[in-house]
């Protein structure tokens, strides 16, 4: 089984993903498919396009990934996921969209999970440390604005 992956997405959100993953999995592109909504575009355009996207993917399972859950992305998705062959994921990062295409064969089920786990475990607090071999002094300004 080898699933489709459909990203519909805020312009240009969904093309720069895409374009992220084609960079790291250059072969993934028949299975990836966007759909950046445009501002001021009605919501039933964004639909008809959507419907035509999906159909031209023509894959038997596909996962949809939307950027945030409540707005016009995810709301047009929702018209398209019937939980059977397409299912539905809102809030989309380059960690989730990595994993979606590297498990794209196993089932939704299973894909589904790996999705929202790898979205969540990609999102971290980083430590921050000092450039290499400088160290900061307790009441330094933070010198890296570059003014002169």
């Known amino acids: 089984m080898n699933n489709g992956i459909f990203i519909i997405a ?3 959100l969904a093309t720069a993903l895409r374009q992220c993953v084609l ?7 028949a299975s990836l498919a966007v759909l950046d909504v445009q501002p001021n575009t009605p919501a039933d355009e964004s639909l008809s396009t959507a419907r035509l996207t999906l159909a031209l993917l ?7 990934l939307t950027d945030m859950f409540g707005a016009t992305p995810c709301n047009v998705a929702q018209k398209l996921a019937d939980g059977v062959s397409t299912r539905l994921v809102a809030g989309v990062n380059l960690p989730m969209l990595l994993r979606a295409i590297t498990y794209r064969s196993e089932s939704m089920d299973a894909l589904v999970a790996r999705v929202i786990a790898g979205g969540t475990q990609g999102v971290m607090q980083v430590a921050v440390t000092a450039p290499q071999n400088q160290q900061r002094k307790p009441n330094d300004q933070n010198h890296d604005h570059h003014q002169q």
């Open 58 to 64: 023509n894959a038997e399972h596909t996962l949809i």
């Open 10 to 12: 805020h312009a240009p």
């Open 23 to 29: 960079h790291v999995f250059p072969d993934a592109a």
